[in-house]
């Protein structure tokens, strides 16, 4: 009886750490969701809006009916939107990323109704330029997080679950139906700045949910593979895995090293191959993505 008690008290203190861990993982992801949703109210009120301009997705639809009806408020418009998306997102992307981007969706309408001012950027090229660093970087800081601000991106998020269609390149098609429909009600000027605009959003999203997370693959061959394979497994503490080959002209038996490592590694990696076989043959190649434990780059949704 004892030893019963002793194990539930001696279990308490971790519980209450584990407890406090997912608490910090929520205000992390609320925090990341309402600094994206203000830096992307910032893109809207402080240039799409002044400007004119238009954009895509669920904003751009909002947009069009705003500037058509102009007493249609633009938060409340999205908010309303939204309401079917979250549907499939419970389908098909699971419970916790619907929770979070219904919290993201009234987080950002709310970011929206914040009026803050109007960027001083006169000219409509620079001003598209600089809406899209804005507007992807937020929708790429808001994507890092387990949820998303609703619209567009769920479904995006979809097809990159289910094609393995990068979230920027998905955004960036699904918009063209509305820009054309843009260019026939609007004009097609309007419609050309808001197609910039799009691909400076969706580039710079795709740098922030990816570029700053890339994985380099590399394939090592040298006679002194085994110190590096030792080195980059105690130096830079990366797995390593050993393929077997021959040489195509020598027919000499010869071993592979392969590994996976991140952007920054990468440096350390070639000194430390320069420093044991100044001639090995390294090849570096960019990975798309990468599965897996301690060194994979997949969003979490």
């Not at 904003?59 to 908010?79: D, K, Q, S």
């Not at 970087?137 to 601000?149: H, N, Q, V």
């Amino acid at each position: 009886m004892d030893v019963a008690k002793e194990n539930i008290l001696s279990s308490r203190p971790l519980s209450g750490i584990i407890y406090l861990r997912k608490i910090r993982l929520v205000l992390w992801n609320l925090f990341l969701i309402t600094s994206g949703s203000v830096i992307c109210a910032l893109a809207i009120n402080g240039i799409l809006i002044p400007h004119k301009f238009l954009s895509g997705g669920f904003v751009g639809t909002t947009l069009i009916l705003h500037y058509l009806f102009p007493f249609l408020p633009v938060a409340g418009l999205y908010f309303v939107l939204n309401i079917p998306v979250y549907f499939l997102g419970w389908k098909y992307i699971g419970r916790r990323f619907f929770l979070y981007s219904v919290a993201g969706m009234v987080i950002f309408s709310l970011a929206v109704l914040w009026k803050p001012f109007i960027i001083p950027v006169q000219d409509k090229m620079l001003a598209a330029i600089f809406a899209g660093i804005l507007s992807g970087a937020g929708g790429g800081i808001i994507l890092k997080s387990f949820g998303s601000a609703g619209g567009m991106d769920i479904l995006s998020i979809i097809l990159f679950k289910r094609f393995s269609i990068r979230l920027g390149t998905s955004i960036l098609v699904l918009n063209v139906l509305i820009l054309s429909f843009a260019a026939y009600v609007f004009s097609m000027e309007e419609a050309l700045y808001t197609l910039i605009f799009l691909f400076v959003s969706t580039q710079m999203l795709n740098v922030v949910v990816y570029g700053l997370s890339q994985r380099k693959a590399v394939h090592i061959i040298s006679p002194h593979w085994e110190k590096i394979h030792r080195g980059i497994m105690e130096t830079i503490q990366r797995g390593v895995t050993i393929i077997d080959g021959r040489g195509g002209y020598t027919g000499q038996e010869i071993q592979m090293v392969f590994t996976v490592i991140s952007h920054q590694e990468l440096p350390r990696l070639k000194k430390l191959i320069n420093d044991i076989d100044p001639r090995a043959f390294v090849v570096v190649n960019d990975t798309l993505e990468v599965m897996g434990r301690g060194i994979g780059n997949q969003p979490r949704w």
